[in-house]
Nanobody
């Protein structure tokens, strides 16, 4: 059974940083592209960042380009999202999931950016 466990969220002031983690199980992590998504209240879930499995190439939404960095540790089946220069509009629940699959979502981790 595929599972995702996200962690690392919290309350941070504008301009601050957070590092999110997501540990996955139930599939061959090292061969899977991994995505981070976020969903703010009243909005649709949006794709934030992607990391490929072999080349480790990355892609980012325009709204986070230059501020967020996605990385992975295949020995731990974990994908990370380093978030810097956080803005109030980054407030959302953040989720990870492998690309191209309709797996059930994890519980997500809440990120709140507020002074």
């Amino acid at each position: 059974q595929v599972q995702y466990v996200e962690s690392g969220g919290g309350l941070v002031q504008p301009g601050g940083s957070l590092r999110l983690s997501c540990t996955a199980s139930g599939f061959t992590f090292r061969f899977s592209a991994m995505n981070w998504y976020r969903q703010a209240p009243g909005t649709e879930r949006e794709l934030v960042a992607t990391i490929k499995p072999i080349t480790l190439s990355t892609n980012y939404a325009d709204s986070v380009q230059g501020r967020f960095t996605i990385s992975r540790d295949n020995t731990k089946n974990t994908v990370y999202l380093q978030m810097n220069s956080l803005k109030p509009e980054d407030t959302a629940v953040y989720y990870c999931r492998r690309a191209g699959a309709e797996d059930s979502w994890g519980q997500g981790t809440q990120v709140t950016v507020s002074s």
